[in-house]
């Protein structure tokens, strides 16, 4: 099993003085869908802004660990390098450009590796075929499409970035049930189809049992519980370190 994604004891501080998170260790497989389960407030959020290193935009600072990624750390990088690399975050609350229509908003995210027009044209038809309703809808302002939507378009963006990792967080956050499976299955396809590898910072353990390969438990800044999501979740081994509740 090819490890992509080491994250090794990492330690996380915001303004040189809050403690967020501590010695987080974690790991996503080439290939895997990988959960990271916790309340708000838990450190889910904190831990994948520094796998990407866009901590240091909210003046956090990453005291102790490494991160490894492809073989090699990304520590300290600047975060345009990292995505060019193929490691790309999904925001919690997507982040679309409102007065930006859904087919500009995708093309924000093409142009990173410099393509040629057909290029371009081509990763946009791949978004399509994966999200029929931005195809739908490409002409609309982004600002006028359902949080469903803005979901997958803010995943279509990450995916003009040619990504072999994407960090989602939250992606269930504010969906509907129904729409929250769709954008779950639709992660399961592009494992199935292109070999993405995903870790998803996620509330919702139900979805998290339902579609994920792996998951890790954090409470306070630290990973409480971590194995197979099926085996944790079956067990009540999850519903005891997340709920506090017995099987």
């Known amino acids: 099993m090819t490890i992509l994604l ?18 987080v260790s974690l790991a996503v497989p080439q290939g895997a869908i990988v959960a990271l389960l916790g309340a708000n407030g838990a450190g889910k959020s904190t831990t994948l802004k520094a796998i990407s290193q ?9 005291y102790r660990g490494e991160i490894i990624y492809q073989g090699a750390s990304i520590l300290g990088q600047n975060p345009s390098d990292i995505v060019k690399k193929g490691l790309v975050q999904v925001l919690e609350g997507r982040h679309c450009f409102a007065h930006l229509s859904v087919e500009e908003n995708l093309l924000t995210g093409g142009f990173i590796h410099r393509p040629s027009q ?8 791949q978004v399509y075929h994966y999200f029929p309703r931005l195809a739908e809808k490409k002409n609309t302002l982004a600002g006028y499409t359902s949080g469903g939507e803005q979901q997958m378009l803010a995943i279509g963006r990450a995916l003009m970035t040619e990504p072999k990792l994407i960090l989602l967080d939250e992606p269930s956050m504010g969906l509907a049930p129904k729409i929250s499976h769709e954008i ?19 509330q919702n353990i139900q979805l998290a049992q339902d579609y994920t390969d792996n998951a890790y438990v954090i409470e306070n800044g630290v990973i409480r519980l971590s194995g197979q999501t099926k085996a944790l979740y079956e067990t009540g081994a999850i519903q005891r370190a997340y709920l506090g509740q017995t099987a």
Request: proline share 0%; net charge negative; no cysteine.
């Open 6 to 23: 080491d994250v090794q004891n990492i330690e996380v501080v915001y303004d040189q003085s809050i403690l967020a998170v501590k010695q």
């Open 54 to 62: 866009l901590i240091a935009a909210e003046n956090g600072q990453i």
């Open 118 to 125: 057909a290029k371009l044209q081509q990763a946009l038809q």
């Open 184 to 202: 779950f299955e639709l992660i399961g396809n592009l494992r199935a189809e292109q070999g993405m590898s995903f870790l998803v910072a996620e």
